[in-house]
């Protein structure tokens, strides 16, 4: 292989860009990272703010899998610490409620006083809407815990989130959804790993980047033509972008972030609190709670609310693909990656190079994978 064919271009220095970046240059690869955003991270960026609380700058990430070799993968770049994430739901009259709905959920939104499974299994049995083949969101969860936790905690977050009605939703995107007959009150399953890294996602990326090989160049967006110079180039930047938006945009939903400052912080055991009302907030996240977020004692906390929005009226920052029931945008997506396929030199990554959500052990896991793929196939052909 020729020296340029030994130097990659990797555009975007979240997980996608990262897990490939660090792969290839344990691969015997130069490796050049760009990002036009001032910091390394992607979406996982956090820093400590002027409160001494570690912020998560783009809504709170935590870390929960089944995967082991995504875990050990990770700890060769820091210390986690376990967490266990709980979020409870504030309702009308001001209380709050656990989230995902269990047997005290039930309780305090029906004022019921059930003791076991068996109870709550019946009674939401008892307040189920008898529909035998559900067509909607709306239906399914109607026929699986009745309308009054239905309306309270989905159909406004729904609204907010998605600009949609539970109606207009396809009833496998709530299907999913866990329903906790016990007490359990976290919100991830038992069975994942859920851990925090100890210093912060932006020191474990640095981690990650500290390497010989890799060389990153931050407030650089990618030009056309750029990989010229490179052996191939790996991008996690927006395909339909990307493609001069020839088959028409990609739409994603996106967050505005509203932090304020209190001098008092509640001993509360949850981090992140939903909001039930009509008003334009999802929820809130008390980042003190989360281990290894209250850095620096000052007396004063930080809270940080999230508002969605479009991606337009938020300087185009991409969080959420825009799912809808008759798959238009996964359709509009399916034309980019044909047109992909021309480009021998360029590989789309991560999120936005794939228009999916995914979660950051996702995206860690599919980043070993491909590049670990494209590298096997260039030793096959000798050329590596
Ligand atoms: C609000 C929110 C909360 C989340 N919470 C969780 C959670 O709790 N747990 C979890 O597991 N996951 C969570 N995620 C998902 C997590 O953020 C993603 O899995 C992860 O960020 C994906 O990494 P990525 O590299 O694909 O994309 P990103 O992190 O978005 O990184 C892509 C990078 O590419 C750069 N880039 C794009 N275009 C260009 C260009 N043209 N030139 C140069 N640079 C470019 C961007 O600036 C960006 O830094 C959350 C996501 C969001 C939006």
Same mark, same amino acid.
């Given at each position: 292989?020729?020296?340029?064919?030994?130097?990659?271009?990797?555009?975007?220095?979240?997980?996608?860009?990262?897990?490939?970046?660090?792969?290839?240059?344990?691969?015997?690869?130069?490796?050049?990272?760009?990002?036009?955003?001032?910091?390394?991270?992607?979406?996982?960026?956090?820093?400590?703010?002027?409160?001494?609380?570690?912020?998560?700058?783009?809504?709170?990430?935590?870390?929960?899998?089944?995967?082991?070799?995504?875990?050990?993968?990770?700890?060769?770049?820091?210390?986690?610490?376990?967490?266990?994430?709980?979020?409870?739901?504030?309702?009308?009259?001001?209380?709050?409620?656990?989230?995902?709905?269990?047997?005290?959920?039930?309780?305090?939104?029906?004022?019921?006083?059930?003791?076991?499974?068996?109870?709550?299994?019946?009674?939401?049995?008892?307040?189920?809407?008898?529909?035998?083949?559900?067509?909607?969101?709306?239906?399914?969860?109607?026929?699986?815990?009745?309308?009054?936790?239905?309306?309270?905690?989905?159909?406004?977050?729904?609204?907010?989130?998605?600009?949609?009605?539970?109606?207009?939703?396809?009833?496998?995107?709530?299907?999913?959804?866990?329903?906790?007959?016990?007490?359990?009150?976290?919100?991830?399953?038992?069975?994942?790993?859920?851990?925090?890294?100890?210093?912060?996602?932006?020191?474990?990326?640095?981690?990650?980047?500290?390497?010989?090989? &890799?060389?990153?160049?931050?407030?650089?967006?990618?030009?056309?033509?750029?990989?010229?110079?490179?052996?191939?180039?790996?991008?996690?930047?927006?395909?339909?972008?990307?493609?001069?938006?020839?088959?028409?945009?990609?739409?994603?939903?996106? &967050?505005?972030?509203?932090?304020?400052?209190?001098?008092?912080?509640?001993?509360?055991?949850?981090?992140?609190?939903?909001?039930?009302?009509?008003?334009?907030?999802?929820?809130?996240?008390?980042?003190?709670?989360?281990?290894?977020?209250?850095?620096?004692?000052?007396?004063?906390?930080?809270?940080?609310?999230?508002?969605?929005?479009?991606?337009?009226?938020?300087?185009?920052?991409?969080?959420?693909?825009?799912?809808?029931?008759?798959?238009?945008?996964?359709?509009?997506?399916?034309?980019?990656?044909?047109?992909?396929?021309?480009?021998?030199?360029?590989?789309?990554?991560?999120?936005?190079?794939?228009?999916?959500?995914?979660?950051?052990?996702?995206?860690?896991?599919?980043?070993?994978?491909?590049?670990?793929?494209? &590298?096997?196939?260039?030793?096959?052909?000798?050329?590596?």
């Amino acid at each position: 292989m020729t020296p340029t064919n030994r130097r990659i271009l990797v555009v975007g220095a979240g997980f996608a860009g990262a897990v490939h970046a660090r792969t290839l240059a344990e691969n015997g690869y130069r490796v050049h990272v760009i990002d036009r955003r001032p910091h390394i991270g992607g979406n996982a960026y956090d820093r400590v703010d002027e409160n001494g609380i570690r912020v998560h700058v783009y809504g709170p990430h935590l870390f929960h899998t089944k995967n082991e070799a995504v875990i050990a993968w990770l700890k060769r770049f820091g210390r986690f610490t376990p967490y266990q994430h709980k979020v409870r739901v504030r309702l009308p009259d001001g209380a709050t409620a656990p989230l995902p709905i269990n047997r005290t959920t039930v309780n305090i939104v029906h004022g019921t006083d059930l003791q076991t499974e068996a109870e709550v299994k019946a009674f939401l049995a008892s307040v189920a809407v008898p529909i035998a083949h559900p067509a909607n969101a709306a239906e399914y969860l109607y026929s699986r815990i009745g309308t009054a936790l239905t309306d309270l905690f989905f159909r406004p977050y729904t609204r907010k989130m998605w600009l949609m009605e539970l109606e207009d939703m396809a009833a496998s995107v709530v299907q999913r959804i866990p329903i906790n007959y016990d007490d359990t009150d976290t919100y991830f399953e038992r069975t994942q790993t859920q851990m925090m890294p100890v210093d912060g996602y932006t020191a474990l990326f640095d981690q990650i980047l500290s390497h010989e090989a &890799i060389t990153v160049d931050l407030g650089v967006g990618y030009e056309k033509g750029m990989e010229r110079d490179y052996g191939h180039c790996f991008t996690s930047m927006p395909i339909d972008e990307y493609f001069d938006y020839v088959d028409g945009e990609l739409p994603y939903r996106s &967050i505005r972030f509203h932090h304020r400052t209190a001098t008092e912080a509640p001993e509360q055991g949850w981090s992140v609190t939903n909001f039930t009302d009509d008003g334009p907030l999802t929820r809130e996240t008390a980042w003190h709670i989360i281990p290894h977020h209250l850095v620096e004692r000052t007396g004063r906390y930080t809270y940080t609310a999230e508002e969605p929005c479009d991606y337009k009226d938020n300087g185009f920052e991409r969080y959420y693909p825009v799912k809808t029931a008759d798959g238009r945008f996964q359709a509009r997506y399916d034309l980019y990656k044909e047109r992909a396929k021309d480009l021998a030199t360029i590989s789309f990554i991560g999120r936005c190079g794939t228009y999916q959500y995914l979660d950051m052990d996702q995206v860690i896991n599919q980043s070993l994978a491909h590049v670990g793929k494209w &590298i096997a196939e260039r030793s096959g052909q000798g050329a590596a």
